[in-house]
């Protein structure tokens, strides 16, 4: 069984920073993902990165502005957000797939952590 916690979640004005972290228990898989769902959109991909290679995806949105990292020896993965914009606020949520590729879909991810609101006030 996996367990995925997330922190680090907050209110913050445009501009600023925010660092999300997620931690992991029980087994781990290869892909780890942010995705973020605002209210009334679909849950989309913002992230991942692959445990063994480090190899990341970003999203075009967040490309340049987010950074993705993992830490091996504690298990877990972080999501260092900057120059954030009110259209980055959304429920952020951690999730992992056991398998050798990310997907842009969500249904291809096994396990998900509860979330964590990022507000970004203008």
């Known amino acids: 069984q996996v367990q995925l916690v997330e922190s680090g979640g907050g209110l913050v004005q445009a501009g600023g920073s925010l660092r999300l972290s997620c931690a992991a228990s029980?087994?781990?898989?290869?892909?780890m993902a942010w995705f973020r769902q605002a209210p009334g959109k679909e849950r989309d991909l913002v992230a991942t990165?692959?445990?063994?290679?480090?190899?990341?995806y970003y999203a075009d949105s967040v490309k340049g502005r987010f950074t993705i990292s993992k830490d091996n020896a504690k298990n877990t993965v972080a999501l260092q957000m900057n120059s954030l914009k009110p259209e980055d606020t959304a429920v952020y949520y951690c999730?992992?797939?056991?398998?050798?590729?990310?997907?842009?879909?969500?249904?291809?991810?096994?396990?998900w952590g509860q979330g964590t609101q990022v507000t970004v006030s203008s």
């Open positions: 999730a992992t797939r056991d398998g050798s590729a990310w997907y842009r879909s969500d249904s291809a991810y096994d396990y």
């Open positions: 029980g087994r781990t898989f290869r892909i």
């Open positions: 990165i692959t445990w063994n290679t480090g190899s990341t």
